[in-house]
């Protein structure tokens, strides 16, 4: 997962062989796809939410199973409350936990276990557990402990869970397993920003990602990147094909620039060693997540066009390069903050919000 939040500062300008597998509501998911191959996008109804409103992250068990969690009744910058969606396979339902705050990352594992991390307004980090039914906290150490943060969760086989974020004693990888948490030793690298992501390789590597931190857990010890860099960089998403292969997602101020200034898109490519910088389909935006295929190569990213905002900028590895993959027109802004394939299906959910900031007219939106 990859954290992102309302954009800010913008105002106004603002095959053959292959199967389907049906939805409860008759509808089928797209055909577990080739590589390179095109879907088409399509807008699912969301819940109706307080003003402010916006979906920040969601991950999926299955075709009949998924969460999208994030915030609504957002004040400016002051905190609303947590907004948190479950998919049941026929439509997209509220349900707990509705504290004050926000829930920025959700992790889903194939048993239809899931985890879900966020802050409440007195900025208490919350570690919550899907019971079946609806969201339970989780106690983990350092729980309400000052300097203590929970940024993002992904989870692995046999109920194994990770989180991002940062202990008391600076740690930035807490493991759980079977009820049993624990921070882990802490990376040979200093910095003043905890590691905002966390991704999961196919081989088990455990990366932590954010603007000052890359770095790798392979289980019994830190190995540490070079820091992506740019000016005002924020990153959004890490892809791990294999240790000399790595794709990050972002954007970037620059330098400069008239109040309202957009930001541009990054795409960096990594051999493990440094970063080169990647054309992408559009310049001005932010890519706010990427995710592989079941074999863990590039596949999709999700994006923000501002010269196009009122449908999701998509792009699609094609087997040699990003393409560009639209999704459908709509009467509003369209700013996918997330997306998270589906197990079992080849599909895909994105979610976001119905502006690039947190005003009234601020909704829920999904994709896929």
Not at 68 to 91: F, H, K, N, P, Q
Not at 161 to 178: A, N, P, Q
Not at 248 to 255: A, K, L, N, P, S
Request: glycine share 16%.
């Amino acid at each position: 997962m990859r954290r992102r939040r309302f954009i800010g500062g913008l105002g106004t300008v603002a095959g053959a062989g292959l199967g389907l597998a049906p939805l409860r509501d008759g509808t089928a998911w797209a055909a577990p796809g080739l590589l390179g191959e095109a879907r088409e996008w399509q807008a699912v109804a969301a819940p109706e939410a307080a003003p402010a409103a916006q979906l920040l992250d969601v991950a999926a068990a299955g075709p009949g199973l998924a969460w999208a969690v994030g915030e609504e009744g957002r004040y400016g910058s002051a905190r609303g409350t947590t907004l948190a969606l479950v998919w049941d396979g026929t439509a997209w339902q509220r349900t707990g936990p509705g504290f004050d705050g926000y829930l920025g990352s959700v992790a889903a594992a194939s048993d239809g276990r899931a985890w879900a991390v966020g802050t409440d307004t007195s900025r208490t980090a919350r570690l919550l557990a899907w019971d079946g039914t609806t969201w339970r906290e989780a106690d983990f150490p350092g729980r309400g402990a000052p300097g203590t943060s929970l940024a993002a969760v992904t989870t692995g086989p046999r109920g194994h869970v990770w989180v991002s974020g940062r202990s008391s004693d600076g740690s930035v990888l807490l493991h759980g397993h079977r009820g049993t948490w624990t921070w882990l030793e802490a990376p040979p690298a200093t910095t003043t920003i905890p590691p905002y992501g966390i991704h999961r390789a196919p081989c088990g590597d455990i990366w932590v990602y954010g603007s000052e931190l890359v770095a790798r857990w392979d289980g019994t010890a830190w190995t540490t990147l070079p820091a992506p860099g740019g000016i005002r960089a924020g990153f959004t998403g890490l892809l791990a094909v294999a240790r000399d292969d790595i794709w990050m997602t972002g954007y970037d101020y620059g330098v400069g620039g008239p109040p309202g200034k957009p930001p541009g898109v990054r795409l960096l490519h990594g051999d493990g060693t440094g970063w080169e910088y990647v054309t992408a389909p559009f310049g001005v935006g932010v890519l706010t997540g990427i995710v592989g295929d079941a074999q863990g190569r590039p596949d999709r990213i999700s994006g923000w066009d501002f010269w196009d905002q009122t449908r999701a900028h998509y792009l699609r590895w094609d087997g040699t390069a990003w393409v560009s993959e639209r999704g459908p027109v709509a009467t509003t802004p369209v700013v996918m903050n997330a997306l998270a394939p589906v197990p079992g299906s080849g599909g895909y959910w994105a979610v976001g919000a119905t502006s690039t900031m947190p005003s009234t007219s601020a909704q829920p939106r999904i994709e896929r």
